[in-house]
């Protein structure tokens, strides 16, 4: 183990430590882990079954290691698709390789500790709460000094509340510790170390919001286009239906996340994701999606109350696909082509047009055919995709069904869009109705891309993501927005 970086002049000082027997303790919650183990207990058992919380609740009259027992005993942890901190792993295995014992010091439940320790097999022991103590703090040093002796341990720690565990210590390592913390520490007067903060919350929180996928919400300028309505107020009421849609949208995906933790640590990409990856902890995780969804009602409210009931109605829709609808055949693909057509209907709505017939029929084949890309694209997939595809009731068998309903779906759509520019509506909004025509082929040939590459099991998670990837994709993408935007501009 490296010496202390902030007294270069102790050199040696690791290996007497080691030599006089002196333990490294090291915290779980926030240092040998990026997460808590509280928050993963509570949404574990929110999750498999929520009245289960309520019972956990009740327990935390008797105290916070009751509550956290509780949870522990209801709640099912995979101790190997938690996300540790690689450079504290390191600090435990040079420590080890010097000859020098080990220890798992931790207020969370016996039975998470001893699962954690019993995967890592790097420990020697592990001391943790037991449903009568909570093994934080004073009570955390106390236990130290009882078992080890005073300075008979080195602590690794995180958090204000260690700064009452250090004193007891020979020497202290803070695992992205704030400012306050480490300066904290460092007044203490014994040698410490800080390994600093690898986390970017600003950062990971975009990153958990996904604005790429706000591409998706464009569909609400469509009936401002269709409609010509291009006056300030139709305008600036369709930008807020964007915002309004885009803040429900994202809050969606952090909600998601956070009930699919455990699918996505086991998934090769998604355990990148900052949530699984414990770059954006749970608790900000429940804030942001708390704070998405009042700024997304707030916007939308603004412009009216049928826009309200428009967007909140678009987040439950989310939710319950998240919770359940998508793991049942059929109906997740419909309902992922209804989420697509009202958006459509929340810009039809902010700027009070008519709804049109041909609009929503063309977005309700042309978003059917592309769910149906989707999840002809998992089961496709090798590994993960495809046993996510299953989970949700499909099988490998049903990869030729799924592929005619997306290009059955999503040549309808091409013919309904061909039949409209023959409407006398189309030839009064669009001063080039040809070019809108000219649309039908350039979209004919971008589904039958989408299916063939889906097919193959060349599609990313995302139709969505794969489009902004793939350079075909793009190219009949923007050709499409040309002939539309010169459609409406000539």
């Known amino acids: 183990m490296d010496d202390f970086a902030a007294h270069p002049e102790r050199v040696g000082d690791t290996g007497r430590m080691i030599a006089a027997g002196v333990v490294l303790a090291v915290d779980l919650d926030g240092t040998l882990l990026r997460s808590d183990m509280l928050h993963e207990t509570l949404l574990a058992a929110a999750h498999a079954a929520p009245m289960t919380v309520v019972r956990a609740g009740l327990a935390l009259r008797r105290g916070r290691a009751a509550l956290k027992a509780e949870l522990a005993e209801v709640s099912a942890i995979d101790p190997a698709g938690l996300p540790y901190d690689a450079r504290v792993l390191d600090e435990i295995a040079r420590w080890r390789a010097a000859g020098g014992r080990t220890a798992l010091v931790t207020a969370s439940d016996a039975r998470i500790a001893g699962a954690i320790a019993a995967h890592l097999d790097i420990f020697d022991e592990v001391h943790s709460s037991d449903g009568d103590l909570n093994l934080k703090g004073e009570a ?14 080195v602590y690794v ?12 210590a020979a020497a202290a390592i803070s695992v992205g510790a704030a400012p306050r913390v480490r300066r904290a520490l460092d007044t203490l007067g014994i040698p410490a170390r800080h390994i600093g903060a690898d986390r970017r919350p600003l950062r990971a929180m975009l990153r958990e919001m996904r604005p790429h996928q706000w591409l998706k919400n464009l569909l ?14 139709s305008v600036l009421a369709a930008v807020a239906a964007f915002a309004a849609l885009s803040m429900m949208a994202s809050a969606g995906y952090v909600a ?41 009602a707030a916007i939308a409210l603004a412009v009216s109350p049928l826009l309200l009931g428009l967007v909140v109605i678009y987040l439950a829709t989310t939710l319950t696909y998240s919770v359940w609808l998508k793991r049942h055949r059929l109906i997740d693909i419909c309902t992922l082509a209804a989420l697509y057509t009202l958006r459509i209907a929340a810009g039809t709505i902010a700027i009070a047009a008519e709804p049109s017939v041909w609009m929503f029929a063309f977005s309700l084949f042309l978003f059917f055919s592309l769910a149906a890309v989707k999840r002809l694209g998992e089961l496709s997939g090798e590994g993960t995709g495809a046993r996510a595809a299953s989970r949700r009731g499909y099988t490998p068998s049903d990869r030729s069904v799924i592929m005619q309903m997306a290009v059955s779906s999503g040549y309808v759509a091409v013919l ?10 189309a030839r009064v909004n669009f001063g080039e109705p040809w070019m809108l025509w000219a649309v039908c082929p350039v979209l004919l040939a971008w589904l039958s891309l989408m299916v063939m590459e889906a097919g193959r ?18 190219w009949l993408i923007l050709a499409m927005g040309a002939l539309i935007l010169g459609a409406v501009a000539l």
């Not at 955390?140 to 341990?153: I, Q």
């Not at 260690?162 to 007891?168: E, M, N, R, S, Y």
């Open 416 to 425: 309904v869009l061909a039949l409209y520019v023959d409407e006398a509506r």
């Open 140 to 153: 955390k040093r106390r236990h130290l000094e009882a078992a080890f002796g005073s300075g008979g341990f």
């Open 220 to 233: 609400v300028f469509l009936p401002l286009l269709a409609d010509h309505a291009f006056d300030t107020g």
């Open 256 to 296: 998601n996340d956070l009930l699919d933790l455990e699918d996505d640590r086991n998934h090769p990409r998604k355990r990148a994701r900052p949530i699984a990856s414990g770059e954006l902890p749970i608790a900000a995780a429940v804030g942001l999606c708390g704070a998405l969804v009042l700024a997304g």
């Open 157 to 168: 720690g995180d958090s204000a509340a260690d700064l009452a565990v250090w004193p007891g």
């Open 457 to 474: 099991g060349e599609m990313h998670d995302d139709p969505i993501v794969h489009t902004l990837r793939d350079p075909k994709s793009r």
